[in-house]
């Protein structure tokens, strides 16, 4: 058998049959090319959309700066202000309410906490009550005796004046009553913190305690307690002074009273 080189390349019948005419052919041949077309990307539109992704992030990073920055020029901390907008999902208005009430609570929380620390102080320095009431004589020096026990037994005076007054308001339902408004208005001068007063600016805790005893004043005067609690203050300053004149000095009430008074010259 010889080989006729014609033959091998001549396509089969089948396959001439399925290609059909050249125009079929043309026309498969244009449809394949808008498929592909079609499937490849267009790299034109890929730099247009990662410029534009590229633009949202910038704006994005604009505000979330801007942001940041006009919680900062209030006086919050970066980490708190990054907080307060993730909580209030990026609104600043709602931010700042936020900050400005666990500020208040802050505030208010390191207020009572001063006055607790300040009255501990205090009370730490009691005296044992047996040396309180252990010996009395007439004094020779009456106000050096004075001045010495009233520093050195100031924390027991402290307790028994506060045992007294316990004792008048639940001796007299009248004054449980204004005794109840004006420790609420003392607890809402410590509770106020460094929050500004209106008219009178930021105050210290002792400021904040004496303008509260001007609402305090007026409870007792219009509650019509005032005699009472004048009772009550002339009982209690009694029981302190005659203690304060009458009980004996000894070394140690001596060598606090100079070291006071040593404190108080520098």
Known sequence: MLFHPSRERSPPRGSARLLGSPSSRRRLFRALSSVRSHQQPNPIHGLHNLGSGHRDIAMGADLSTERMARLTALGFDVASCRAALDACDGDVARAERLLRE???????????????????????????????????????????????NLVYYRANYLVLCSGVTLLAVLLLPELLFTAAMVVMTFSGAVMLGDSPVPGLGHLQLEQRLAVACIPAAWLLNTSGCVGTVAQLASVCSGLVLAHATFRTRSLSSRWRYLHEQFKGSE
């Open 102 to 148: 666990q500020a208040r609570a802050a505030q208010a929380g390191a207020g009572t906490e001063q006055l607790g620390i300040r009255i501990n102080l205090i009370l730490r320095e009691q005296r044992p009550w047996s040396e309180f009431f252990d010996r009395f004589l007439w004094p020779e020096h009456p106000r050096e005796r004075l001045l010495t």
